[in-house]
């Protein structure tokens, strides 16, 4: 079940979803006792996470029972300013009392391939210490879309997308000359919640593509995103909607 939340602009998608992942951590850890999340990269989270860290919302979370992962990482090492660990640490990681061991970046310093097999044996291993299958999977997805339609670091053409048994692969992306680690569609679906945060008029046709037109993840890798026994919520802003 996929559901559209429109709100007004940039600033007002950054507090609806600090707000939205403030409330799905209370939920997570009021019924399971932990919060897992995947954080995504780019410009749209930085804004959210930086409204989360303040501390009307900040204060509402148990930060000892959150577990933040990426849904992907550049292949690059934690200080690099291409870095999605860096960027969520110096926003918000870095700002609230989670304990270091709960946090659990794709280790880009290593090469992709080593990179997304010691990921993949991470999460096996947390998702595995959950003895209710109910609950051996992210509480929470965060994910953008790209002008292109990608997410995460899902691609048009990225075999990827088609991924059935790896939960996270490392691949070169030749539009941007650069490794990538990825979670693949196999996890991603798995999620009780994935939301999407979208802003911007330059994204406008693509996610009217993406929402109503023809399936054709390939091309449109967003697609792909479809959670097997979880909810989906796209949350935009009217620049992004204004072709929807
Ligand atoms: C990344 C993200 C990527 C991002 C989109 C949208 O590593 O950069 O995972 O998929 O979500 O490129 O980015 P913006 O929200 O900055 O437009």
Same mark, same amino acid.
């Not at 794709?106 to 090469?111: K, N, P, S, T, V």
């Given at each position: 079940m996929s559901m559209v939340r429109t709100v007004a602009d940039a600033s007002a998608l950054a507090e609806a979803a600090a707000g939205h992942f403030a409330l799905m951590a209370e939920e997570a850890i009021a019924k399971r006792g932990r919060f897992a999340v995947a954080l995504s990269g780019g410009s749209t989270p930085r804004r959210m996470y930086e409204r989360l860290a303040q501390p009307e919302l900040a204060e509402r979370i148990d930060w000892l029972r959150v577990h933040v992962f990426w849904g992907d990482e550049r292949a =690059?090492?934690?200080? $690099? +300013?291409?870095s999605n660990y860096r960027m969520a640490h110096e926003v918000l990681l870095s700002r =609230?009392? @989670?304990?270091?061991?709960?946090i659990h970046r %794709? #280790? *880009?310093?290593?090469?992709p391939e080593e990179a997304a097999k010691t990921y993949e044996a991470e999460l096996r291993q947390f998702f595995s210490r959950d003895q209710r299958p109910v609950s051996s999977r992210f509480d929470l997805v965060l994910l953008g879309m790209g002008e292109? *339609? $990608? &997410?995460a670091s899902l691609? +048009? *053409?990225?075999a990827a997308i088609n991924? &059935?048994? #790896?939960w996270v692969v490392a691949y070169y992306v030749e539009k941007l000359q650069a490794w990538r680690i990825t979670l693949t569609p196999v996890v991603l679906n798995a999620a009780a919640q994935v939301t999407f945060l979208v802003s911007g008029a330059e994204k406008a046709a693509r996610l009217r593509q993406v929402l109503y *037109?023809?399936?054709?993840p390939q091309a449109l890798?967003?697609? %792909? @995103? #479809?959670p097997a026994h979880g909810r989906l919520l796209w949350l935009i802003d009217e620049a992004a909607a204004g072709l929807v």
């Open positions: =690059v090492p934690p200080e $690099h +300013p291409e =609230v009392p @989670i304990p270091a061991q709960n %794709i #280790r *880009g310093e290593l090469a292109d *339609g $990608h &997410t691609f +048009p *053409g990225a991924e &059935t048994d #790896r *037109g023809p399936y054709q890798p967003a697609q %792909i @995103i #479809r």
